[in-house]
């Protein structure tokens, strides 16, 4: 891979890779089937810092057996050759409840995406790239990444008025990310263990970033003010997520990598449980026409230049 290549694209190309060093002859077979998802699970953090090690231009580090997998993750992301990485255990707490809360959320894009693949009875190495492929969106799996550059925007506490007032606006197109959520109404139950696990870190680290205290400052209000209380518009997992992960020192450039490390307990799951199905179904989504019903031909050369087919 280059030096500057993003890490999304190497762990495309690393886990669908897998299934050449990897082959069953039967994927629907259980023990198969469980295995691979076993080496899916475990191998993903070390895919993931080697990810970020080549497109950062440093040497790849090995996990150690004594790590627990949180713990090897942030072991081999921040270690260097003339400094090793001590996980620390607040921040390792924190790591575990990151990947637990991402695992799996019914089906969305990257999910369905998944078993879509292996509808067609694709080996899990494949699927699961697929599910990384859609993740890469920024539709999808960007929504972290989303927070942060909404927070650079609005650059500091005295300007919070100025964007709160934009958002209450119908006419204004600027939107407060990671505020709301399409599935939960009301308070996302996600959000309310991140949020105690954000507030531990940034105790824990007591960093003086302008744009996480912006994030705090944003958060008191949001909470207290009518306009977003009576439309539910309470913060979201993604919201302290990205705020968590920038104060452990984690670059927006890998917060879809590790997205994708905890989904895959969901996507394995997933695919295991379609896989292991008595009778196999392909999935072929029903396409409706909404076209026109008839068209009048009109011969090629009557045609005007430029015309729409």
Known sequence: FKSDAHPMAIMVAVVGALSAFYDAKNWRDPVQGRLSCVRLIAKMPTIAAIAYK?????PIVYPKNEYSLSENFLYMMFSAPNEVYKPDPVLTRAMDVIMVLHMDHEQNAS???????????????????AGIACLWGPAHGGANEAVLNMLAEIGHVDRIPHY?????????????????HRVYKAYDPRAKIMRQITHQVLDRLKLNDPILNLAMALEQIALTDDYF?????YPNIDFYSGICLRAMGVPVSMFTVLF???RTVGWCAQWYEMATEPVPRISRPRQIFSGSSTRDFVELHKRPLGAKL
């Open 54 to 58: 080549t497109s950062i231009g440093q």
């Open 260 to 262: 994708a490390v905890a």
């Open 229 to 233: 209380v009576k439309r539910n518009l």
């Open 164 to 180: 709160l007032a934009k958002v209450k606006d119908s006419s204004d197109p600027f939107r407060l990310m990671g505020f709301g």
């Open 111 to 129: 999910t369905s995406t998944v078993r879509v693949a292996g509808s067609s009875q694709a080996n899990p190495f494949a699927c699961v790239a």
